[in-house]
């Protein structure tokens, strides 16, 4: 396996990884800074971005973070830590899991816009989510899909598009809100799926979930 580090504090990064020779390759990347670009692109199998325990981070605010990954079984784990920032995660194939951090323990992103697109079977999703002025908006084709997101309020939004079959997605946003917080639109195409919503209060919460196919369980528990 080989593992690439890259500590950046610059105006724009890219990384490729390339089939077959390059699978199984580990990026871990820590960048500091802001108004910086980061393109990742790996193509082949088992490929990391960063892992559960030693995750890729960036600090600082206006970075722009794109992350491309194609093959199966690839493992996609960052912190993202500051304001007004992007990330775009484009994954294609079987078995990927992506888990995103925004804000940590003492500070919040603010203004940051989180995009993730899949297409293929079985992938997981995992995206913990605090802060102001959040728009994150996910789409997944394909099936056996797992979805679990924690936005913790102010202004929140998730807008969550699933097509496939034998879907779950958990979607919780916590509160206090009275101030444009809380929104979910949820659009959900398949069978077998199951969609957990809980917003909390108080007050300022909108939920709008378009179910088509069999055996869905729906619960939304909003305002308590």
Do not use: W
Request: net charge negative; charged share 5%; hydrophobic share 30%.
């Amino acid at each position: 396996m080989k593992k690439i580090l890259i500590a950046s504090a610059i105006a724009a990064v890219s990384v490729m990884v390339t089939p077959s020779a390059f699978a199984n390759n580990a990026v871990y990347i820590e960048q500091i800074g802001n108004t910086n670009t980061v393109n990742i692109t790996q193509i082949g199998s088992l490929n990391k971005v960063g892992t559960a325990a030693a995750h890729s981070t960036i600090t600082g605010n206006s970075n722009t973070l794109t992350a491309t990954q194609t093959g199966d079984g690839n493992t996609l784990d960052y912190t993202v830590v500051g304001d007004s920032n992007t990330i775009i995660k484009n994954i294609t194939g079987n078995n990927n899991t992506v888990t995103m951090t925004c804000g940590d323990g003492t500070a919040a992103c603010t203004s940051v816009s989180s995009t993730t697109t899949i297409n293929g079977d079985m992938n997981t999703v995992t995206q913990t989510i605090k802060g102001a002025n959040i728009t994150n908006n996910l789409s997944i084709t394909g099936d056996s899909n797992t979805v679990t997101q924690n936005i913790q309020t102010s202004n929140s939004t998730a807008s969550i598009t699933i097509t496939g079959d034998s879907n779950i997605f958990t979607n919780t946003m916590s509160g206090p809100s009275a101030g444009g917080g809380h929104h979910l639109v949820a659009t959900v195409t398949g069978t077998s799926n199951t969609h957990t919503v809980t917003q909390y209060g108080v007050v300022d919460t909108t939920v709008f979930i378009n179910t088509n196919g069999s055996s869905n369980s729906v619960t939304v528990n909003t305002g308590k």
